[in-house]
């Protein structure tokens, strides 16, 4: 039998040897579990890697599938998420104050009802301007009960279903819904103007704070007078405040101070659609063209070229997890003339960029929400506290640590290795790997993992093992070195630790990470 | 030597078979035509007309001072320990506080507030004046409710022979659980509503006139659930003239528009605001917005 | 092995024995140089602390405020903060202050990213470059103990302790507990057999890489191994986790320093500086809480031996920053609104004792300045974020011309 120390020595020999030709961008196990992961926040199954293992082209109707598949939502809101921000850990106003006990679960709720939204469009293949001028929102349990909402269906398995506002607000989508306004605060100063770069940041991909303000040094920042005035007659200042004051123009009916109560933030104000006057003192306009309030703000955004165009780019960022530049931009329109043919469905959106050469040809890291429902998925193990999943929080989660946003200072996810990200890797490895082998072994062992094997049998199912986990089948020379690790493991503490082990290796490697 | 070299032969898996490009041809990028989205049914003109009376009764009935006068007199059940007024700053008093009197009042929440039936400052009387920030529920014994949830100002002043009023609320406000009989009648409070509204007074001999510039959410007719009024000045002066517009608003966001003609009571066209088909007409609404100047007794 | 590789882990391989090995004596080079930022997050009142505006009268100051002479520095006392008053006694001939140097935005979170990276996006900050570029081996080069972070593609290098003692949870397996259930107890062994299979399946999964990016993924993942394992080697008996007062996360940011797990610590007051309301009230107890923390840390760097032999405070550059100032003048509610010309607060290793560069023209305007003398100069220019970054870079030995191009460095801060 070849001993640990062998193994390792076969292994740091590949190290020196010449490099295997790269396998091509379109290996289609990589493929497979690139798609699988970004569509559907898991790994393929062993059937699903053994179809196309066999047979490429199994490949296209397994992507089809996935397209299909109702955890395709899931991966809807976790990655507009990463944009819309509005999923926090807390709320301004608790749960308790609204009668609920669920406070991790109000936060979530709450933060993710615009992305519910969203999801709902593209599972739907309604058409994307949908999410501006939809006549419905998503609630689920918890916001049935103290959102001013009628209730328009039976929950669907995700406990999530439409409803519709009561209280006056206009057919505008996500745009009215209270869990982008409970995220995005104004103040009498602000009037707005914050809310509506959130918006044009959100829908348009065009974020004014990203310019820089050209202080005029005539004019005396101190005067309000002079500045409310210097807004729409300076040059350094009107460039951003003639457009984005109308848009701040159209926000009264949302209108609430951070100082506000519980019961202010519940319901929409039409009576406030023209405090306006007394706010920005502008007409409501969208970038010139006539608007009086937030439905025609989603009429008017659901006609701009622009939020197509930023829909396209935020879907190809996503999923290929970089910037789009100079290089992208053949891609980059043919995405939105294929999104268009569609009729602005997203999910058609998304498959011509995911059969892209970009898609392919890409790598990168697990986002922490992936990592926390993959790891679900393959061994049963969620790292919850207090119905918290620490992977998907912040203040008191890992999800930073392991590279999230946390929607207020850090935003967007980072791709590369951190030495947190490593350490939050090796801990989940560690628990995941115990729980799956000791409270739900059938889940992924197809053995007994406190009988002893024999050879043949523990490398079939060492190699079962790692093909699940990993995605591949293991190469002679890995299957060498697991199989006398378990055997050098159970030697020392039993047969049931060294599964347990061995399954810990192949969680704490980078290539569950890497895709 | 073999045995390693053989052993760093790595596994197949170089599969075949990339997403091809579709080969299409790149297009001009065009505007996505949307088709005409469908928009809530209008309101039957009978509800509207009815909508239209009750809002101008709301508008003609909120007093401002009747809020400013039931905190204060609330706030005088107050101990020191509770709420326990912060120290003055200005004319303000300030409270932050969850707790109940011996006396069975209950303080919670957090309020910035003043209110004098009459103030000099620098000079100039204002008779009333009142300012506040509040979000605080007082409770009565009884468990009558005072909900304060908002800002305010008032202020009443005379110039030469004019005496002028000016007021603004915004935030929801609502009195509940009824009449009591050491606090306040509810009056408009009753209803709970949102507010958001400027209003300005003045009286001048016989002449008087009232200028409303927001509005107030409550239910006003079967599905009709906020009024507003933009550039609303009514003025008497042996006649009674309106100018400005009236906007009611639908539980699903439907907008409607009533331009004022010259007269206080009159009939004017009602239009549905709609920015992809055109605003359209319904038909004549009427309306008497003469309460709005008709006081007996001044209202500050 | 390449060469990179086996360069990293000597020198982390070294920084994880040096914490052991006696040290002589020896001052801090540039690029041993450490640096604790400490950031006030909502926009600060400078004149009621570092900001001496008396005889501005387009300058609301507070009632009682005095003129306060320390060294060749003035700064304002109040009878209502006893505290600064006496850490300035203590420390205020060795401050030193950039005045009057513009922030171009009026938005928070702009104002935050355009101090602390020079730009409203796609650049790291400073921390994060400083940590980047440091040769000293800590295995958390830049460590964010409480807010903001602009790691952008130096996030390898960036790591947070978390508000609820996460790192500190996750070092010592705690993290697992905290869902209730038992962490599983590895033998130490099995753990050594375990590290090795992933290393040496680290390496064969980087001789597979199905392309570059994949092969630079998983390289980094060898670096993140390589700094837990130091991390582990040298933090075994320090504290992690503080109360979350601004001065307990400020003290655990000298004791990482002084252990030297990172180059470079972060730390944000936890209040909100955004006083458009009743500015005097709510600037003077937030200016008080800062400044007391402040002497405490500048006494304990001083009391306390740094990684290079010499005190921590003459190893590391402490800096006080808030991302925007104040209007000059009050407003109908007795605050304050945003001003885009601030300051700044440098002390420590490399900083010229009760130096100064930058001022401010009537009514809190940045005058123009030569950027070498610090001194007005009407031919010059308004001081920026970037000539702030490129004097931090510059004294920890990073070349700006990478990082903040169009900045100076300002020659009269530099001792």
């Known amino acids: ?515 | 030597m073999i045995l390693l070299l053989a052993a760093c032969a790595t596994g197949d898996g170089a599969g075949q078979g990339t997403a091809a490009d579709s080969g299409q041809e790149v297009q001009t990028p065009a505007a996505w035509d949307r088709e005409d989205d469908a928009q809530p049914a209008d309101h039957d003109l009978t509800v509207l007309q009815d909508a239209l009376r009750s809002g101008i009764a709301a508008l003609v009935v909120l007093d401002p001072t009747l809020l400013f006068q039931a905190y204060a007199d609330s706030l005088g059940h107050g101990t020191e320990s509770c709420p326990g007024l912060f120290p003055s700053v200005g004319v303000m008093t300030a409270w932050s506080a969850d707790c109940t009197t011996p006396e069975g009042w209950g303080f919670s929440g957090r309020g910035q507030a003043a209110w004098f039936p009459s103030l000099t400052i620098e000079g100039r009387v204002f008779a009333p004046y009142g300012e506040f920030i509040n979000s605080s529920t007082i409770t009565h014994p009884s468990g009558a409710a005072l909900l304060m949830d908002g800002s305010g100002m008032i202020e009443g002043w005379s110039e030469g022979s004019v005496d002028l009023l000016r007021a603004s609320l915004l935030g929801t406000f609502a009195f509940t659980g009824g009449e009591t009989e050491d606090w306040t009648d509810p009056g408009w409070l009753a209803a709970g509503p949102s507010v958001a509204l400027d209003v300005e007074r003045s009286e001048e001999g016989s002449g008087r006139t009232t200028s409303l510039e927001g509005g107030i959410s409550g239910a006003f007719a079967e599905g009709i659930v906020a009024v507003r009024a933009e550039g609303l000045a009514v003025e008497e002066d042996g006649s009674c003239t309106a100018t400005g517009a009236l906007v009611l608003v639908g539980e699903d966001g439907q907008h409607y528009r009533l331009e004022l003609p010259e007269g206080c009571v009159a009939c004017a066209e009602l239009l549905r605001a709609d920015l992809s088909h055109g605003d359209r007409a319904l038909g004549e609404a009427c309306f008497d917005l003469s309460p709005l100047v008709a006081w007996t007794e001044r209202p500050w | 092995m390449s060469p990179s590789r086996r360069t990293l882990l000597a020198s982390l391989g070294a920084a994880a024995l040096g914490s052991t090995l006696p040290r002589r004596a020896r001052a801090a080079t540039p690029s041993q140089r450490r640096f604790l930022f400490l950031t006030c997050f909502g926009g600060w009142d400078p004149t009621r602390v570092i900001v001496p505006a008396f005889g501005d009268e387009a300058v609301d100051l507070e009632p009682d405020a005095e003129p306060l002479t320390v060294g060749a520095s003035r700064f304002v006392d109040h009878p209502d903060r006893p505290g600064t008053r006496s850490t300035l006694d203590r420390w205020g001939h060795r401050l030193a202050l950039v005045h009057g140097f513009i922030v171009p935005s009026v938005a928070h979170m702009a104002c935050l990213q355009l101090l602390r990276t020079g730009a409203t996006s796609g650049r790291p900050d400073w921390p994060a470059i400083l940590g980047s570029a440091s040769t000293g081996g800590e295995p958390l080069p830049h460590l964010v103990i409480s807010g903001p972070s602009y790691p952008d593609a130096l996030s390898p290098f960036v790591a947070r302790t978390g508000s609820g003692g996460q790192l500190e949870a996750l070092i010592d397996g705690s993290i697992v507990g905290r869902t209730g259930r038992t962490p599983p107890v590895v033998p130490g062994s099995v753990r050594d057999l375990e590290d090795a299979l992933v290393a040496a399946r680290r390496l064969g999964a980087a001789q597979r890489a199905a392309s570059p990016g994949h092969r630079a993924l998983l390289d980094g993942h060898l670096s993140a191994e390589a700094r837990v394992q130091a991390l582990q080697a040298a933090g075994a008996g320090l504290r992690w986790s503080s109360s979350g007062s601004f001065q307990d996360d400020a003290m655990l940011a000298v004791e990482l320093l002084a252990a030297g797990i990172c180059r470079c610590a972060s730390v944000a007051h936890p209040g909100l500086w955004d006083s458009h309301s009743d500015n005097d009230v709510y600037q003077s107890l937030l200016w008080e809480e800062t400044m007391i923390a402040l002497g405490a840390v500048l006494d304990a760097m001083h009391g306390t031996e740094g990684p290079a032999g010499g005190s921590l405070l003459d190893e590391t550059v402490v800096v006080l920053l808030s991302e925007m100032g104040r209007t000059p003048l009050l407003n109908s509610t007795e605050g304050k609104d945003h001003w885009p010309y601030t300051s700044a607060l440098l002390v420590g290793a490399g900083v010229a004792e009760g130096a100064s560069a930058g001022a401010y023209d009537p009514g809190l305007l940045g005058a123009r300045v030569d950027p070498a003398s610090g001194l007005p100069d009407e031919d010059g220019e308004v001081l920026t974020t970037l000539d702030l970054g490129a004097t931090l870079l510059t004294l920890g030995d990073v070349d700006p011309a990478e990082w903040a191009p169009t900045g100076a460095p300002l020659q009269s801060l530099l001792a």
């Open chain 1, 1 to 515: 039998m070849v001993t640990h120390v062998t193994a390792a020595l076969l292994l740091s020999a590949c190290a020196g040897a010449p490099p295997e030709p790269a396998t091509t961008p379109s290996d289609p196990l990589a493929a497979l579990t690139r798609l699988s992961l970004d569509l559907r926040g898991v790994r393929p199954s062993t059937a699903e890697l053994e179809a196309v293992a066999a047979d490429a082209q199994a490949l296209d109707p397994l992507r089809a599938a996935f397209f299909e598949d109702p955890r395709l939502a899931e991966q809807v809101v976790a990655g507009f998420a990463e944009v819309w921000n509005t999923v926090r850990d807390e709320t301004e106003h608790p749960a308790s104050a609204l009668g609920l006990e669920d406070e991790p679960g109000f936060a979530r709720a709450v933060g993710e009802e615009p992305l519910r939204i969203l999801a709902e469009v593209a599972m739907q293949d309604l058409p994307w301007t949908e999410i501006v001028t939809a006549d419905w929102t998503r609630v689920d349990a918890q916001l049935a009960l103290v959102w001013p909402v009628e209730l328009l269906e039976e929950p669907a398995a995700d406990g999530w279903r439409r409803a519709r506002y009561t209280d006056g607000r206009p057919a505008a989508g996500a745009l009215v819904s209270n869990g982008l306004w409970w995220r995005y605060e104004t103040s009498e100063n602000n009037a707005s103007r914050g809310r509506a770069n959130q918006l044009s940041r959100i829908l348009l991909c065009r974020d004014f704070t990203l310019d820089l303000v050209a202080f005029d040094r005539s004019l005396d920042l101190s005067d309000e007078e002079a500045v409310r005035a210097a807004l729409h007659d300076n040059p350094g200042c009107a460039g951003c405040h003639s457009t984005l004051d109308p848009l701040a123009s159209l926000l009264g009916g949302v209108y609430v101070t951070r100082k506000s109560g519980v019961e202010e933030l519940l319901r929409y104000h039409p009576e406030r659609e023209g405090i306006w006057r007394t706010q920005t003192g502008v007409p409501p306009s969208y970038f010139g063209l006539p608007a009086e309030a937030l439905g025609d703000l989603g009429q008017r955004i659901a006609a701009d070229p622009n939020f197509i165009d930023c829909a396209v780019q935020q879907s190809a960022e996503l999923l290929l997890r970089r910037p789009l530049t100079l290089e992208d931009t053949d891609k980059r329109t043919a995405w939105r003339e294929q999104f268009l043919d569609s009729g602005l469905t997203l999910r058609s959106l998304w498959e011509a960029i995911v059969r892209s050469e970009e898609y392919e040809e890409g790598a990168k890291l697990l986002t922490p929400a992936l990592l926390s429902s993959m790891i679900e998925d393959l061994t049963g193990f969620r790292l919850l506290v207090d119905g918290a999943d620490l992977l998907r929080t912040s203040t008191y989660g890992l999800a930073t640590l392991a590279g999230a946003g946390d929607g207020e200072f850090a935003t967007g996810v980072a791709q590369d290795w951190s030495a947190t990200l490593v350490l939050v890797q090796n801990r989940v490895a560690e628990a995941a790997a115990d729980h799956a082998v000791r409270v739900e072994p059938s889940r992924l062992l197809a053995v007994d993992p406190t009988a002893e094997l024999d050879y043949d049998a523990l490398r079939e199912a060492i190699a079962a093992l790692h093909l699940r986990v990993l995605s591949r089948a293991a190469a002679e020379s890995e299957l060498e070195a697991l199989s006398t690790h378990h055997a050098e493991v159970a030697r020392l503490s039993g047969s049931e630790a060294a599964w347990v082990s061995v399954l810990t290796v192949l969680l704490r490697d980078p290539e569950l990470l890497v895709y």
